[in-house]
């Protein structure tokens, strides 16, 4: 059963993420977010859930931190497909992953400083995670000398562009599909994992 005093902060939450997207972190006032909220503004409403504004983005980032975490490992679930199958479900995932945190994402890069041990746990829970699991996909596909861990980064680094143009332009680059995207990605990146692996394999499509 929600109750009202629940009900009323997820309503803090949810209004301050909007009003920190709108007018950014710095500008966002308290009263304004207990305002949004329905709660007279300027009285201390807020403070009877959260200590500061900074704990209500921290609630936020908890909220991602776990959903990550509850999505569990794809790799054991995908490693039965072909690489090429594996590899899409793995961009796919992560371009909903991006959307999912776009507000987030926004908030720490513009103002990060203000903040840093939040952005850091950020970057930990939901960018580095999204890196480590494109490495547990891949590791099986290459050879002993292969850094796996470098080349999920160099992997992953075009999925994050096409999704940041369409935040910052509207649109993707060229304006490409997220199909055509995707296909040309998996097709890119099996060449390049064929550099560091072994090419028959790789070709063929065949699941190991």
């Given at each position: 059963?929600?109750?009202?005093?629940?009900?009323?902060?997820?309503?803090?939450?949810?209004?301050?993420?909007?009003?920190?997207?709108?007018?950014?972190?710095?500008?966002?006032?308290?009263?304004?977010?207990?305002?949004?909220?329905?709660?007279?503004?300027?009285?201390?409403?807020?403070?009877?859930?959260?200590?500061?504004?900074?704990?209500?983005?921290?609630?936020?980032?908890?909220e991602h931190v776990a959903a990550v975490r509850a999505s569990g490992d794809l790799a054991p679930l995908v490693s039965h497909l072909p690489?090429a199958e594996q590899l899409r479900q793995m961009a796919e995932l992560m371009l909903a992953l991006m959307e999912s945190t776009r507000d987030?994402?926004?908030?720490?890069?513009?103002?990060?400083?203000?903040?840093?041990?939040?952005?850091?746990?950020?970057?930990?829970?939901?960018?580095?995670?999204?890196?480590?699991?494109?490495?547990?996909?891949i590791s099986p596909w290459l050879d002993d000398e292969a850094d796996a861990e470098a080349l999920a980064v160099v992997l992953t680094g075009?999925?994050?562009?096409?999704?940041?143009?369409?935040?910052?332009?509207?649109?993707?680059?060229?304006?490409?599909?997220?199909?055509?995207?995707?296909?040309?990605?998996?097709?890119?990146?099996?060449?390049?994992?064929?550099?560091?692996?072994?090419?028959?394999?790789?070709?063929?499509?065949?699941?190991?």
């Open positions: 059963m929600i109750t009202e005093r629940h009900a009323t902060s997820r309503r803090l939450v949810e209004e301050a993420m909007t009003l920190f997207a709108q007018q950014g972190y710095a500008a966002t006032s308290v009263g304004a977010i207990e305002k949004a909220a329905g709660l007279a503004p300027r009285r201390g409403a807020m403070y009877r859930h959260f200590p500061s504004k900074q704990a209500l983005l921290e609630a936020v980032l908890d690489l987030l994402s926004r908030i720490f890069e513009r103002e990060g400083e203000r903040v840093p041990e939040l952005r850091e746990r950020f970057r930990t829970g939901v960018i580095d995670e999204a890196v480590h699991q494109a490495r547990r996909i075009p999925i994050v562009n096409f999704m940041r143009n369409r935040w910052t332009f509207g649109d993707s680059p060229a304006g490409l599909t997220e199909e055509r995207f995707l296909d040309a990605w998996c097709e890119s990146a099996i060449a390049t994992l064929a550099r560091r692996g072994d090419p028959p394999i790789l070709d063929s499509g065949a699941s190991q």
